[in-house]
């Protein structure tokens, strides 16, 4: 038996042949087949990644339905291609030509080809996309000169380094011939999935659960190993952590397992804790500030405020040591545009007292200088939590901040549209690029109404003008250094504070191999994942 | 039989006012917390522009003031038509029809549960009002009354579902088995066990203490003396005279314990994670899907009026003296 260069193929052949081996054995001993039951803590209606960009939805359908590309730890541009196999951009920023991976398949067994992607482009993503509508706004045409080619083409020049970055999270590619000429928001296939991705939608129960099986015509030679993927719905904040033990689920991903049950969790055999998997989808817990307050329109209460928080402790208590700390609006974890040299506002009482004396608001003869009403936005514990501390460390300066507790739609109203707030605790998602999720936060001139945007009040043209200025540069160092400047100018004039960035935390059992191998693996497609015994 | 008939006309007539008053208040109630639909929506799916959240405004018809919105809610409603659930994208009738038959099995369950186990200790606990058996079961049933109902599903779910692996820690079924027939049912009822018992054993105690202090207040009446000096004594004395005495006050309790039950069912469908109704109460205040708490609260109505009426009719079977008030 010749020991080598004999093909990979051949030898999975032969040991197929062989009786005794286990007959679907892979790559690191993980077994093809079995069923993995995830918990999972909602159900969105419309499941559809096209139309809704959210980890809620894509949790469940990036198993299905695929982008032209997903994030990844090596590749480049930080990049692993899915429908899409390349890409190019023209010098003048006016388009950008897609090789599209031919073989593919929709599950209902039509062929996957480039009027696909030029519809889904036009008709989904720059129509009705919450985020698309955006980033694809300039999109003008989609030509499609052969099965497997899309020249994307764009009204003005748009940053290709803003596309590559948008490509996991905002280009889900849908059937066209189940979407065209439909009502697409309506579409029943936006509940029963239609996609190209390792899995194959199977059934859903409200309340229940929703089941996935094996796409057995996937485009990856010997993908998926699982059989299934079960999808268990548990809305009580103990029973991830308990159906784990029980034994009845094998994986809770987002954090279903708070981190105050993870010491537990971490001693019982069986089960794995993994910090790393959601790199790209970095949360910032961040203190809003409302600038149209007389007292925070001064920056050096704002400065005396960001200088009143202890970072190092909200990491450590709250947070329990899963998150780092952040000064500006960039996270650590995007290595190309985070601005590693701001000097941001360390932990320090004395001066933040001095900021606020010369500012004009001595402590009153009860110690108070002033009041404001603190919201804390009800989306994570650690909010919570981090609003009590917030307001026992702005106490210490001697400001007085009362927490107002509203449930989440009451929370929106409030801060977004009615700007009934002073400051708040809230958690903006940071998407892998600045223009497509951090802008918006300190952009002027939007309407009252717009959730997680700028409704602070805070205007300063020179951040407006830099803003524009980036969106039309399509050099990718010149558009780093732009948005260098402007995390710079942001955090120089404490328009939001940082306080810092955590991601969430996986729960599995230790057969499942293959966990939390890429920067989004919760939302991404799974196709490697399985059992090892 | 007759006048059978003619009370459940009546009260089925007298509940049409009682529906619309569950639906006004209900409304208002949820048009006085502050954000809508939309606002959460857009918190689920991470914001939206402008225009978009103006057209979903619109097109969920909440871009009107909210009388218009109650008049239209009435007017539909008279057409029995409940209206369009914003949170699940689905005609409000659909969803909560699919929860209901969850929400009366683990109420029926509870209820048979605590009601026969809670007259049967009553029982037990009434035919020798003082003894130690006496003390000794009173006591642990005010104890058992004393705990929430969460927590006791929680220590529950952590001694025989984490601990001993012996049933389930949540949900009405094994997700996706593909059981069917007896085995299914058997399924199902496995599932049952914990949260009915969680739900069941905080009003198995209120029945219990019911039934043993009126039982301890008949002991002194006359016509259970009389009984005793014709010679009658032990089982038969217990049972016919005493017992079935105290029952009416446990019978009257239970069609009062009916709505209070489905308000305990909110915590027990979200601690055992069943798809309910009181679940989905809890999903469309998160939610502000305004059709779909008011078809729970007017399900939930229905469900409470047909149980006082037979609670009422049953009374009648149990004490003949009791007519049903018209005149009977």
Known sequence: MPAFPLPRRALLAAAAALPLLPRTAGAQGIQHGGRLT???????????????????VFFVASKVIEPLAEASYDGSDGLAPRLATGWTAAADGRSITFALRPGVAWHDGQK???ADVAFSALEVWKKHQNLGRAVFRDLEAVQTPDAHTAVFRFAVPTPAQLIRNALPALTAVLPKHLYADTDIMKNPANRKLVGTGPFRFAETRPGEFTRLVRNAEYW??????LNEIVYRVLPDRAAAANALEAGEIQLAAFSAVPLADLDRIAKVPGLKIYSNGYEA?????????????????????RRAVAHAIDRDFVVRTIFRGYATTSQGPVPKSDRVFHAPDLAGYGFNPARANALLDEAGYPRGSDGVRFRLRLLPAPFFNETRQFGDYLRQALAVVGIDATIVSNDTPAHIKAVYTDHDFDITVATPVYRGDPAISTTILFQSGLPAGVPFSNQYGYVNPEVDSLIKQAAAT???????RLYRAFQKLVVDDVALINVAEFSFITVARDTVANVSNNPRWAVSNWADTGFTG | MRRAGRLLARRLFGALPVLGLVAIGGFLLLEAAPGDAVDAYLAGIGGGDAAQVAALRAEWGLDGGPLPRLAAYLGALLRLDLGWSTAFERPVLAVVLERLPNTLLLMGMATLLALSLGSLLGIVCGARPGSPRDRALSLAAIAIYAMPGFWLGLVLIVGFSVRLRWLPSGGIETVASGLAGWDRAADIARHLVLPVASLGLVYMALYLRLMRDGMAELWRQDFVRAARARGMAGPRLVLRHVARNALLPVVTMLGLQSAAMLGGSV???????????????????ARRDTPLLLGVMLLSAVVVILVNLAVDLAYALLDPRVGSGTGG
């Open chain 1, 112 to 114: 996957f080809t480039a």
């Open chain 1, 38 to 56: 995830v918990a999972a803590d909602s159900e969105p209606p419309n499941l559809n990644p096209a139309i809704i960009a959210s980890n809620g």
């Open chain 2, 267 to 285: 915590v027990i469908e979200s601690v055992f994670a069943i798809p309910g109704l009181g679940r989905l109460a809890a999903e469309a205040v």
């Open chain 1, 281 to 301: 989808l970095t949360y910032q817990l961040v203190v809003e500030i409302n600038h149209r307050r007389k007292e925070l329109a001064d920056v050096r209460v």
């Open chain 1, 474 to 480: 399509i050099d990718d160092a010149e558009r780093v």
């Open chain 1, 220 to 225: 990856q030679q010997d993908r998926p190993y």
